[in-house]
């Protein structure tokens, strides 16, 4: 067993005594009732399954948590899908995902947004050339599988976001 | 089992098997025959069969017994046997002479003759088709005699006729929905109560195979009642059409009585139980004019391999034997097919339904004729095109548009075909191979028995809510839905709740028989009551969500339009009976959640509903509609006025009373001659793709894409989009990249996961130039058509197609992966 203790959309959890073996993804499914983080292959493949991981740097990566134990997020700061709206007003993002439908079934649509907002954070600390963003776009989003849409109205969402606010995202 | 393996923290609280099935009375529904967990001593049905259900108190324990038993050695076997060799799941045989002109009436046709099959007792693996075999019923041999003549014909020496006779080979694959098959039981031992949560397509015969299941289990393992709740889905692509888990789930609930037990596959286990698309092996002759280009006469031999339970298998089998021709006009065709017995997984209903096999064979087969004629393929294509009013496989025409040659034009103008050669040359100056790839397609929609039912409530502010039973999957039913409600009703519903299958106890409909397979006879017997309907729920499958899965709500709210709003919209306007306005209701239009009318004050939606309610007229509706290649139509009396609509049940409500069943005055349900017709509603697709091959790796890049289909009414222009773009990736991931080993190795070994089965990835498409072109409706009023695997089809030859052109191997099997690519290139 390992104590667990850790920062979950702002609000602290634990300490608590988790098994060694316990997967992230159970941990917030099954103990927490986070469901919003889908459950796609366990084996880290389709990142249907990706939370945003807070690094003390200021910056932030997502990570699958089918196959990562619970225990590796001891200390840490994470965001998931439940965390991304203040009260009823959605993300842009997510509403861009709505005006796009962006979405089908929506099972992976949680891992798309977190990576998406990964991706919106990171240009704002450091943009990119109007020239490299469907590169940049297309690199961020790629991994995630979908089975319905294509994917481009995920992308087109995403792009739209940015380039709504040029001077943020943009050099 | 060695149980031995789960002591302490990993032990199962209840240990389910064949046994404890036998012993509480458990019955397996037809559909459903085989096994549901294998008995100890038996040789398994097919590679990965379940032997035992294990339940867990607690998650934890489940957690940490699954882990432990993943290395695939829990089960322990006896002697090998050898596997089990079990009759074929169906043969059928469809053949077609036409007569001397396109007006005459065929010679030979299915519909004339009805559907006919060898004898099933045989002592050959495979069918006997020869019309002189032993044991052969009259109605074959007659069918078959034509048909060797067609064969005999492909196989002279006829110096006119350019004869190509090709194989074809397709590959088990996944549906790969999102999110794995998953649900909740919950047996309540003091009252009796079963109550299941889950999502499939199927939602009333999932319903139906639990109680039947269940309905002769002895105490106390028979539910009094037995309430299921559908939920929305990951992802179905007909993966979630009967298929058995809601039994095993069900088994769960019932074996664990008080408490709520969750059975949830991992994506392991959906490997290796879900339902699979069939693999096929093909055999296509085609003969072709050399001085017309036009097709003389095809045959094919098709041989489907079905795993270990029948599911859909002779459904698929006759369903891609009816689409074997195409968009093409054929005089003479024979087409065999026969789904086998297999120990692979089991396969059943998958995007495309067996069509996706046999068209993709077809338009490869296609361009190599076309090339062998030195023809244009877009050109060869519209000269052999079938017309509106020509006869499909089955003998009978199309009864909604056909528009092939607006398609086929807009491929050849379309720059990616156009500029071929161009982009060729200029490939080939940047060491790269390109080539450009053209296939065209039509798909059925519906299954020839598919019916909805609709309810719709209007309140006094004008809120409105809809009930529906056909589900959602992400493929856009319930906005569906609401648009088209819209349409009648001004303003999108604020309230819909779908995968209903027990809120229209106002109709109280009955059924009885098999829709597909009953005699006129019999229908036309069972029709004298007015609450009898050849089918009260149908699968949400073959691509009729719009058509089929909004057809009853959207007469419904005709209904309340009619003899609630405009009724109210007359008291307002002050329009008296006697006014010819008065009769103008189907010229009144809604603008901005107003109705309206020429020099009249628009009258918001929330007005008129209260006025309909304060005057007691219609607000609420509820009805069915069935279709067998047509709709049913009735007559009521509503409000002393005869109203006949595509419905065959309609129950209103008047103000904020009750409903009330209206007993139909007529009733015409389409004739059962129907079920002879292989398809009378049909949606068209053409697609381009232009790829870049490097030589050296073979890795293939799709440059551009265009993909152009017809689909009526769009009701939800976004989703229809969305489609389209998803059916590319799926037809991406066919063609190029997806396979499941059949048998030993395959994914009955419950080792297969995404690492090893890969489907389409964003940087696999050309996201920035996939082109989907929707034509517009023929008129403002045509009725939206199924479109959700027509889109799929198409890119798979395409891509075979623009393969060809790019390197000169003409594929006959897939996947073409990067690796086979290399190796044919190298």
Same mark, same amino acid.
């Given at each position: 067993?390992?104590?667990? !203790?850790?920062?979950? %959309? +702002?609000? *602290?959890?634990?300490?608590? =005594?988790?098994?060694?073996?316990?997967?992230?993804?159970?941990? &917030?499914?099954?103990?927490?009732?986070?469901?919003?983080?889908?459950?796609?292959?366990?084996?880290?493949?389709?990142?249907?399954?990706?939370?945003?991981?807070?690094?003390?740097?200021?910056?932030?990566?997502?990570?699958?948590?089918?196959?990562?134990? !619970?225990?590796?997020? %001891? +200390?840490? *700061?994470?965001?998931?899908? =439940?965390?991304?709206?203040?009260?009823?007003?959605?993300?842009? &993002?997510?509403?861009?995902?709505?005006?796009?439908?962006?979405?089908?079934?929506?099972?992976?649509?949680?891992?798309?947004?977190?990576?998406?907002?990964?991706?919106?954070?990171?240009?704002?600390?450091?943009?990119?050339?109007?020239?490299?963003?469907?590169?940049?776009?297309?690199?961020?989003?790629?991994?995630?599988?979908?089975?319905?849409?294509?994917?481009?109205?995920?992308?087109?969402?995403?792009?739209?976001?940015?380039?709504?606010?040029?001077?943020?995202?943009?050099? | 089992?060695?149980?031995?393996?789960?002591?302490?923290?990993?032990?199962?609280?209840?240990?389910?098997?064949?046994?404890?099935?036998?012993?509480?009375?458990?019955?397996?529904?037809?559909?459903?025959?085989?096994?549901?967990?294998?008995?100890?001593?038996?040789?398994?049905?097919?590679?990965?069969?379940?032997?035992?259900?294990?339940?867990?108190?607690?998650?934890?324990?489940?957690?940490?017994?699954?882990?432990?038993?993943?290395?695939?050695?829990?089960?322990?076997?006896?002697?090998?046997?050898?596997?089990?060799?079990?009759?074929?799941?169906?043969?059928?045989?469809?053949?077609?002479?036409?007569?001397?002109?396109?007006?005459?009436?065929?010679?030979?046709?299915?519909?004339?003759?009805?559907?006919?099959?060898?004898?099933?007792?045989?002592?050959?693996?495979?069918?006997?088709?020869?019309?002189?075999?032993?044991?052969?019923?009259?109605?074959?041999?007659?069918?078959?005699?034509?048909?060797?003549?067609?064969?005999?014909?492909?196989?002279?020496?006829?110096?006119?006729?350019?004869?190509?006779?090709?194989?074809?080979?397709?590959?088990?694959?996944?549906?790969?929905?999102?999110?794995?098959?998953?649900?909740?039981?919950?047996?309540?031992?003091?009252?009796?109560?079963?109550?299941?949560?889950?999502?499939?397509?199927?939602?009333?015969?999932?319903?139906?195979?639990?109680?039947?299941?269940?309905?002769?289990?002895?105490?106390?393992?028979?539910?009094?009642?037995?309430?299921?709740?559908?939920?929305?889905?990951?992802?179905?692509?007909?993966?979630?059409?009967?298929?058995?888990?809601?039994?095993?789930?069900?088994?769960?609930?019932?074996?664990?009585?008080?408490?709520?037990?969750?059975?949830?596959?991992?994506?392991?286990?959906?490997?290796?139980?879900?339902?699979?698309?069939?693999?096929?092996?093909?055999?296509?002759?085609?003969?072709?004019?050399?001085?017309?280009?036009?097709?003389?006469?095809?045959?094919?031999?098709?041989?489907?391999?079905?795993?270990?339970?029948?599911?859909?298998?002779?459904?698929?089998?006759?369903?891609?034997?009816?689409?074997?021709?195409?968009?093409?006009?054929?005089?003479?065709?024979?087409?065999?097919?026969?789904?086998?017995?297999?120990?692979?997984?089991?396969?059943?209903?998958?995007?495309?339904?067996?069509?996706?096999?046999?068209?993709?064979?077809?338009?490869?087969?296609?361009?190599?004729?076309?090339?062998?004629?030195?023809?244009?393929?877009?050109?060869?294509?519209?000269?052999?095109?079938?017309?509106?009013?020509?006869?499909?496989?089955?003998?009978?025409?199309?009864?909604?548009?056909?528009?092939?040659?607006?398609?086929?034009?807009?491929?050849?103008?379309?720059?990616?075909?156009?500029?071929?050669?161009?982009?060729?040359?200029?490939?080939?100056?940047?060491?790269?191979?390109?080539?450009?790839?053209?296939?065209?397609?039509?798909?059925?929609?519906?299954?020839?028995?598919?019916?909805?039912?609709?309810?719709?409530?209007?309140?006094?502010?004008?809120?409105?809510?809809?009930?529906?039973?056909?589900?959602?999957?992400?493929?856009?039913?319930?906005?569906?839905?609401?648009?088209?409600?819209?349409?009648?009703?001004?303003?999108?519903?604020?309230?819909?709740?779908?995968?209903?299958?027990?809120?229209?106890?106002?109709?109280?409909?009955?059924?009885?028989?098999?829709?597909?397979?009953?005699?006129?006879?019999?229908?036309?017997?069972?029709?004298?009551?007015?609450?009898?309907?050849?089918?009260?729920?149908?699968?949400?499958?073959?691509?009729?969500?719009?058509?089929?899965?909004?057809?009853?709500?959207?007469?419904?709210?005709?209904?309340?339009?009619?003899?609630?709003?405009?009724?109210?919209?007359?008291?307002?306007?002050?329009?008296?009976?006697?006014?010819?306005?008065?009769?103008?209701?189907?010229?009144?239009?809604?603008?901005?959640?107003?109705?309206?009318?020429?020099?009249?004050?628009?009258?918001?939606?929330?007005?008129?509903?209260?006025?309909?309610?304060?005057?007691?007229?219609?607000?609420?509706?509820?009805?069915?509609?069935?279709?067998?290649?047509?709709?049913?139509?009735?007559?009521?009396?509503?409000?002393?006025?005869?109203?006949?609509?595509?419905?065959?049940?309609?129950?209103?409500?008047?103000?904020?009373?009750?409903?009330?069943?209206?007993?139909?005055?007529?009733?015409?349900?389409?004739?059962?001659?129907?079920?002879?017709?292989?398809?009378?509603?049909?949606?068209?697709?053409?697609?381009?793709?232009?790829?870049?091959?490097?030589?050296?790796?073979?890795?293939?890049?799709?440059?551009?894409?265009?993909?152009?289909?017809?689909?009526?009414?769009?009701?939800?222009?976004?989703?229809?989009?969305?489609?389209?773009?998803?059916?590319?990736?799926?037809?991406?991931?066919?063609?190029?990249?997806?396979?499941?080993?059949?048998?030993?190795?395959?994914?009955?070994?419950?080792?297969?996961?995404?690492?090893?089965?890969?489907?389409?990835?964003?940087?696999?498409?050309?996201?920035?130039?996939?082109?989907?072109?929707?034509?517009?409706?023929?008129?403002?009023?045509?009725?939206?058509?199924?479109?959700?695997?027509?889109?799929?089809?198409?890119?798979?030859?395409?891509?075979?197609?623009?393969?060809?052109?790019?390197?000169?191997?003409?594929?006959?099997?897939?996947?073409?992966?990067?690796?086979?690519?290399?190796?044919?290139?190298?």
């Amino acid at each position: 067993m390992t104590t667990l !203790a850790l920062t979950i %959309n +702002g609000r *602290a959890y634990g300490p608590t =005594e988790v098994r060694d073996e316990l997967s992230m993804n159970d941990f &917030l499914r099954e103990y927490l009732g986070l469901t919003g983080t889908k459950f796609g292959c366990g084996a880290a493949q389709c990142l249907s399954c990706a939370i945003i991981v807070d690094n003390p740097d200021g910056t932030s990566t997502t990570s699958p948590t089918c196959v990562v134990a !619970a225990a590796n997020f %001891n +200390g840490k *700061a994470i965001r998931t899908d =439940e965390g991304h709206a203040r009260g009823n007003e959605l993300s842009a &993002l997510q509403k861009a995902f709505i005006e796009h439908f962006a979405f089908q079934c929506g099972y992976c649509t949680a891992g798309f947004l977190n990576e998406g907002q990964v991706l919106l954070e990171r240009l704002a600390r450091k943009p990119v050339a109007r020239v490299d963003l469907e590169t940049t776009i297309a690199e961020a989003l790629d991994g995630h599988l979908c089975r319905c849409t294509g994917y481009v109205k995920y992308h087109e969402a995403v792009r739209d976001v940015i380039l709504a606010d040029p001077k943020r995202y943009l050099v | 089992m060695d149980l031995g393996r789960l002591k302490g923290a990993l032990e199962p609280a209840v240990v389910v098997t064949a046994d404890d099935l036998a012993r509480i009375g458990t019955r397996v529904p037809a559909f459903y025959a085989g096994d549901l967990l294998c008995p100890i001593g038996k040789t398994p049905l097919y590679l990965g069969q379940p032997v035992a259900l294990l339940i867990f108190e607690h998650f934890d324990a489940f957690d940490q017994a699954r882990l432990a038993l993943r290395d695939g050695t829990f089960v322990r076997f006896g002697e090998e046997t050898g596997p089990i060799v079990g009759p074929n799941y169906g043969a059928f045989r469809f053949t077609r002479v036409a007569g001397p002109t396109p007006d005459a009436p065929d010679v030979y046709s299915p519909i004339q003759a009805g559907w006919i099959s060898p004898a099933r007792i045989q002592d050959s693996a495979l069918p006997v088709w020869s019309p002189l075999a032993r044991q052969t019923p009259a109605n074959y041999a007659k069918g078959a005699v034509y048909g060797e003549q067609i064969r005999a014909e492909l196989a002279a020496k006829d110096p006119t006729l350019l004869v190509l006779d090709r194989e074809f080979e397709t590959q088990s694959v996944d549906p790969m929905f999102l999110e794995p098959e998953a649900g909740l039981a919950w047996f309540s031992g003091d009252s009796s109560k079963l109550e299941l949560v889950l999502g499939v397509q199927s939602p009333y015969d999932a319903a139906e195979a639990v109680a039947f299941m269940l309905g002769k289990a002895r105490a106390p393992f028979k539910p009094a009642r037995i309430n299921s709740h559908f939920a929305y889905m990951g992802g179905g692509f007909g993966g979630r059409d009967h298929t058995p888990f809601m039994l095993y789930l069900a088994l769960a609930g019932m074996f664990f009585p008080g408490r709520p037990v969750r059975l949830a596959h991992d994506r392991y286990q959906q490997f290796q139980g879900g339902i699979k698309r069939h693999a096929f092996k093909m055999r296509s002759q085609i003969g072709v004019d050399r001085t017309t280009g036009k097709i003389r006469a095809f045959a094919a031999d098709h041989v489907l391999d079905g795993g270990g339970l029948a599911n859909y298998s002779p459904n698929v089998a006759t369903v891609a034997a009816a689409a074997a021709i195409g968009i093409y006009d054929v005089p003479k065709l024979d087409v065999t097919t026969v789904a086998l017995h297999s120990r692979g997984v089991t396969a059943g209903s998958m995007r495309g339904y067996g069509t996706l096999q046999t068209m993709t064979a077809l338009e490869v087969l296609i361009d190599e004729t076309s090339a062998a004629l030195s023809l244009d393929p877009i050109e060869f294509r519209r000269r052999n095109a079938l017309g509106p009013n020509g006869r499909t496989m089955t003998g009978n025409p199309y009864t909604v548009s056909v528009r092939t040659p607006e398609i086929l034009d807009k491929l050849e103008k379309h720059p990616i075909w156009r500029d071929r050669a161009q982009e060729k040359a200029l490939g080939a100056q940047g060491g790269k191979l390109v080539g450009t790839g053209v296939a065209c397609v039509t798909k059925d929609y519906g299954s020839g028995a598919d019916c909805s039912f609709g309810k719709i409530e209007i309140d006094r502010e004008g809120r409105i809510s809809i009930h529906c039973d056909h589900v959602e999957m992400g493929t856009a039913v319930g906005t569906a839905v609401a648009n088209r409600v819209a349409l009648h009703l001004g303003a999108v519903a604020d309230e819909i709740t779908l995968a209903q299958i027990d809120a229209f106890d106002e109709l109280a409909l009955v059924t009885s028989g098999d829709p597909y397979t009953m005699d006129q006879k019999t229908q036309d017997a069972a029709a004298r009551n007015p609450r009898w309907v050849p089918s009260l729920s149908t699968v949400t499958t073959a691509s009729i969500g719009a058509h089929v899965g909004t057809q009853a709500a959207a007469e419904a709210a005709r209904v309340i339009l009619r003899f609630g709003l405009w009724p109210a919209a007359l008291e307002l306007w002050r329009i008296p009976a006697t006014d010819p306005r008065a009769k103008q209701w189907e010229t009144a239009a809604w603008k901005d959640g107003h109705l309206t009318m020429p020099d009249l004050a628009p009258l918001p939606l929330a007005r008129l509903a209260a006025t309909a309610h304060s005057r007691n007229l219609v607000t609420g509706a509820s009805t069915h509609a069935f279709s067998r290649w047509a709709w049913s139509r009735a007559r009521f009396q509503v409000a002393g006025v005869s109203w006949t609509a595509d419905i065959d049940a309609l129950a209103v409500r008047r103000g904020d009373g009750k409903f009330q069943r209206l007993d139909r005055s007529s009733v015409a349900f389409p004739p059962t001659d129907n079920n002879r017709i292989g398809a009378t509603y049909t949606s068209l697709c053409g697609t381009l793709v232009r790829v870049e091959i490097e030589r050296a790796s073979g890795a293939l890049n799709i440059a551009k894409a265009y993909s152009v289909l017809e689909c009526g009414r769009t009701l939800v222009p976004e989703v229809v989009r969305g489609q389209a773009q998803g059916g590319f990736a799926m037809g991406v991931g066919y063609a190029l990249l997806e396979s499941l080993p059949p048998y030993e190795g395959g994914p009955g070994n419950g080792q297969w996961n995404l690492g090893q089965y890969l489907i389409a990835r964003g940087s696999d498409l050309p996201l920035r130039d996939l082109e989907i072109e929707m034509l517009p409706p023929l008129t403002p009023d045509e009725p939206p058509k199924g479109m959700a695997e027509v889109v799929m089809i198409p890119v798979v030859p395409a891509l075979l197609n623009a393969i060809f052109d790019a390197t000169g191997h003409r594929f006959q099997s897939l996947p073409v992966t990067q690796k086979i690519l290399k190796g044919a290139l190298a």
